[in-house]
Protein backbone atom coordinates (compact mmCIF):
# COMPACT_ATOMS: atom_id res chain seq x y z
CA UNK A 1 0.00 0.00 0.00
CA UNK A 2 2.06 3.11 -1.38
CA UNK A 3 -0.64 5.36 0.07
CA UNK A 4 0.75 8.97 -1.17
CA UNK A 5 4.01 9.65 -2.91
CA UNK A 6 5.63 12.51 -4.06
CA UNK A 7 8.29 13.10 -6.29
CA UNK A 8 11.19 14.52 -6.61
CA UNK A 9 11.70 14.30 -2.86
CA UNK A 10 15.38 16.97 -3.77
CA UNK A 11 15.34 19.43 -6.38
CA UNK A 12 17.56 21.89 -7.67
CA UNK A 13 16.72 24.40 -10.45
CA UNK A 14 17.60 28.35 -11.56
CA UNK A 15 15.10 30.97 -11.32
CA UNK A 16 13.12 31.21 -13.99
CA UNK A 17 12.83 27.86 -15.23
CA UNK A 18 9.48 25.55 -15.34
CA UNK A 19 9.15 22.84 -12.51
CA UNK A 20 6.37 19.96 -11.80
CA UNK A 21 6.39 18.21 -8.68
CA UNK A 22 4.29 15.31 -8.65
CA UNK A 23 2.27 13.58 -5.97
CA UNK A 24 0.26 10.43 -6.55
CA UNK A 25 -2.19 8.38 -4.26
CA UNK A 26 -3.39 4.90 -4.61
CA UNK A 27 -6.18 5.30 -1.97
CA UNK A 28 -9.15 7.39 -4.78
CA UNK A 29 -9.39 9.93 -1.88
CA UNK A 30 -11.36 12.74 -3.69
CA UNK A 31 -9.49 16.13 -2.24
CA UNK A 32 -6.09 16.81 -2.74
CA UNK A 33 -4.12 20.04 -1.62
CA UNK A 34 -0.53 21.67 -1.82
CA UNK A 35 0.98 23.09 1.06
CA UNK A 36 4.69 24.76 1.26
CA UNK A 37 6.29 25.14 4.42
CA UNK A 38 9.16 27.96 5.42
CA UNK A 39 10.49 28.60 8.59
CA UNK A 40 7.74 30.79 10.58
CA UNK A 41 4.74 30.42 8.74
CA UNK A 42 3.88 26.73 9.25
CA UNK A 43 1.77 25.15 6.13
CA UNK A 44 0.37 27.29 4.03
CA UNK A 45 -2.25 26.10 1.19
CA UNK A 46 -1.53 26.83 -2.59
CA UNK A 47 -4.47 24.80 -4.34
CA UNK A 48 -6.40 22.21 -3.72
CA UNK A 49 -8.81 19.85 -5.50
CA UNK A 50 -12.39 18.63 -4.74
CA UNK A 51 -12.08 15.95 -7.34
CA UNK A 52 -10.52 15.80 -10.86
CA UNK A 53 -10.97 18.67 -13.24
CA UNK A 54 -12.11 20.40 -10.08
CA UNK A 55 -9.55 22.89 -8.87
CA UNK A 56 -9.67 25.72 -6.54
CA UNK A 57 -7.00 28.11 -4.68
CA UNK A 58 -5.83 28.66 -1.62
CA UNK A 59 -3.90 31.00 0.79
CA UNK A 60 -0.62 31.81 -1.64
CA UNK A 61 -1.19 30.38 -5.61
CA UNK A 62 0.21 33.29 -7.16
CA UNK A 63 3.22 31.70 -9.39
CA UNK A 64 1.96 28.34 -9.01
CA UNK A 65 -0.81 26.06 -11.34
CA UNK A 66 -2.03 22.84 -11.06
CA UNK A 67 -4.28 19.85 -12.88
CA UNK A 68 -6.04 16.86 -12.21
CA UNK A 69 -7.30 14.92 -14.90
CA UNK A 70 -7.22 11.83 -13.06
CA UNK A 71 -8.50 11.21 -9.50
CA UNK A 72 -4.52 9.49 -8.06
CA UNK A 73 -2.45 12.58 -9.47
CA UNK A 74 -2.08 16.60 -8.64
CA UNK A 75 0.75 17.56 -10.42
CA UNK A 76 1.87 21.37 -9.42
CA UNK A 77 3.84 23.66 -11.55
CA UNK A 78 5.39 26.47 -11.05
CA UNK A 79 5.81 28.45 -14.67
CA UNK A 80 8.48 30.79 -14.05
CA UNK A 81 10.58 29.24 -10.55
CA UNK A 82 11.45 32.08 -8.13
CA UNK A 83 13.80 32.37 -5.56
CA UNK A 84 11.13 33.52 -2.37
CA UNK A 85 9.92 29.62 -4.00
CA UNK A 86 12.53 27.89 -2.13
CA UNK A 87 10.34 25.73 0.38
CA UNK A 88 9.63 22.02 1.17
CA UNK A 89 6.03 21.31 -0.32
CA UNK A 90 3.66 18.73 0.77
CA UNK A 91 0.97 16.98 -1.10
CA UNK A 92 -2.10 15.82 1.23
CA UNK A 93 -5.29 13.93 0.42
CA UNK A 94 -8.42 13.36 2.27
CA UNK A 95 -11.14 10.54 1.61
CA UNK A 96 -14.98 11.58 2.33
CA UNK A 97 -15.35 15.41 2.64
CA UNK A 98 -12.72 18.06 2.59
CA UNK A 99 -12.91 17.70 7.17
CA UNK A 100 -11.36 15.13 7.47
CA UNK A 101 -7.95 13.70 8.20
CA UNK A 102 -5.30 15.10 6.22
CA UNK A 103 -2.70 12.11 4.82
CA UNK A 104 0.48 13.85 4.09
CA UNK A 105 3.20 13.00 1.72
CA UNK A 106 6.88 12.74 2.00
CA UNK A 107 7.24 16.22 0.98
CA UNK A 108 9.50 17.91 -1.91
CA UNK A 109 12.43 19.62 -0.38
CA UNK A 110 12.73 22.53 -3.58
CA UNK A 111 15.65 25.42 -3.70
CA UNK A 112 15.74 27.85 -6.13
CA UNK A 113 18.81 29.65 -7.11
CA UNK B 1 -8.22 37.58 6.15
CA UNK B 2 -8.28 33.99 8.10
CA UNK B 3 -5.62 33.62 10.52
CA UNK B 4 -4.17 31.31 12.75
CA UNK B 5 -1.77 32.53 15.44
CA UNK B 6 0.18 29.53 17.35
CA UNK B 7 2.14 30.10 20.83
CA UNK B 8 5.10 29.42 21.77
CA UNK B 9 6.82 29.18 18.70
CA UNK B 10 9.48 27.20 20.69
CA UNK B 11 9.22 25.04 24.21
CA UNK B 12 12.25 23.28 25.70
CA UNK B 13 11.41 21.03 28.50
CA UNK B 14 12.72 18.20 30.51
CA UNK B 15 11.73 15.05 30.03
CA UNK B 16 8.26 14.19 32.63
CA UNK B 17 7.54 18.07 32.56
CA UNK B 18 4.32 19.02 31.27
CA UNK B 19 3.61 20.66 27.63
CA UNK B 20 0.89 22.84 26.32
CA UNK B 21 0.54 25.01 22.75
CA UNK B 22 -2.04 27.03 22.36
CA UNK B 23 -3.95 28.22 19.10
CA UNK B 24 -6.19 31.32 18.41
CA UNK B 25 -7.86 32.21 15.22
CA UNK B 26 -9.26 35.61 14.33
CA UNK B 27 -12.47 34.27 13.35
CA UNK B 28 -14.38 31.24 14.66
CA UNK B 29 -13.79 28.03 13.33
CA UNK B 30 -15.79 25.25 12.06
CA UNK B 31 -13.75 22.95 13.48
CA UNK B 32 -9.78 22.04 14.49
CA UNK B 33 -7.24 19.51 13.83
CA UNK B 34 -3.64 19.04 15.57
CA UNK B 35 -1.01 17.46 13.30
CA UNK B 36 2.86 16.65 14.46
CA UNK B 37 5.68 16.50 12.62
CA UNK B 38 8.78 14.88 13.47
CA UNK B 39 12.29 16.79 12.39
CA UNK B 40 12.94 15.83 8.99
CA UNK B 41 9.32 13.93 8.44
CA UNK B 42 5.73 15.20 7.50
CA UNK B 43 2.59 15.94 9.50
CA UNK B 44 0.73 13.75 10.89
CA UNK B 45 -2.80 13.82 11.77
CA UNK B 46 -3.15 13.29 15.66
CA UNK B 47 -6.99 15.00 16.51
CA UNK B 48 -9.58 16.43 15.07
CA UNK B 49 -12.63 19.00 17.33
CA UNK B 50 -15.35 19.76 16.09
CA UNK B 51 -17.54 21.18 18.99
CA UNK B 52 -17.64 23.80 21.21
CA UNK B 53 -16.20 23.61 24.56
CA UNK B 54 -14.95 19.69 23.46
CA UNK B 55 -12.27 17.85 25.07
CA UNK B 56 -10.52 14.91 24.02
CA UNK B 57 -7.61 12.80 25.14
CA UNK B 58 -5.37 10.25 23.49
CA UNK B 59 -3.60 8.84 26.36
CA UNK B 60 -0.41 11.78 27.84
CA UNK B 61 -1.92 14.22 24.91
CA UNK B 62 -5.49 16.76 26.11
CA UNK B 63 -6.78 18.60 23.32
CA UNK B 64 -9.40 21.58 24.19
CA UNK B 65 -11.67 23.43 21.51
CA UNK B 66 -12.18 26.84 23.05
CA UNK B 67 -16.40 27.71 24.12
CA UNK B 68 -15.96 30.34 21.11
CA UNK B 69 -14.57 28.18 18.66
CA UNK B 70 -11.92 30.62 18.39
CA UNK B 71 -9.29 28.52 20.25
CA UNK B 72 -7.82 25.14 20.97
CA UNK B 73 -4.62 23.83 23.20
CA UNK B 74 -2.79 20.71 23.07
CA UNK B 75 -1.43 19.81 26.45
CA UNK B 76 0.88 16.69 26.85
CA UNK B 77 1.85 15.23 30.72
CA UNK B 78 4.70 14.08 31.64
CA UNK B 79 6.39 14.74 28.14
CA UNK B 80 8.43 11.80 26.97
CA UNK B 81 11.61 11.72 24.34
CA UNK B 82 9.16 10.30 22.12
CA UNK B 83 7.18 13.42 22.15
CA UNK B 84 10.12 15.85 20.21
CA UNK B 85 8.79 17.30 16.91
CA UNK B 86 6.72 20.56 15.88
CA UNK B 87 2.63 20.16 16.95
CA UNK B 88 0.43 22.22 14.27
CA UNK B 89 -3.45 23.53 14.99
CA UNK B 90 -5.14 24.17 11.25
CA UNK B 91 -8.49 25.65 11.61
CA UNK B 92 -11.17 24.94 9.28
CA UNK B 93 -13.11 27.71 7.64
CA UNK B 94 -14.13 29.16 4.36
CA UNK B 95 -13.41 26.20 2.76
CA UNK B 96 -10.12 25.96 3.85
CA UNK B 97 -7.67 24.70 6.21
CA UNK B 98 -5.71 27.42 8.23
CA UNK B 99 -2.30 25.89 10.01
CA UNK B 100 -1.05 27.96 12.75
CA UNK B 101 2.69 28.46 12.72
CA UNK B 102 3.70 25.31 14.75
CA UNK B 103 5.26 24.64 18.08
CA UNK B 104 8.74 23.23 17.99
CA UNK B 105 8.70 20.56 20.95
CA UNK B 106 12.10 20.13 22.48
CA UNK B 107 12.42 17.27 25.35
CA UNK B 108 15.81 16.95 27.22
CA UNK B 109 16.09 13.45 28.58
Known amino acids: DAGITQSPRYKITETGRQVTLMCHQTWSHSYMFWYRQDLGHGLRLIYY???????DKGEVPDGYVVSRSKTENFPLTLESATRSQTSVYFC????????????FGPGTRLTVL | GQQVMQIPQYQHVQEGEDFTTYCNSSTTLSNIQWYKQRPGGHPVFLIQLVKSGEVKKQKRLTFQFGEAKKNSSLHITATQTTDVGTYFCAGYNFNKFYFGSGTKLNVKP
Open chain 1, 92 to 103: ASTGTGVVNEQF
Open chain 1, 49 to 55: SAAADIT
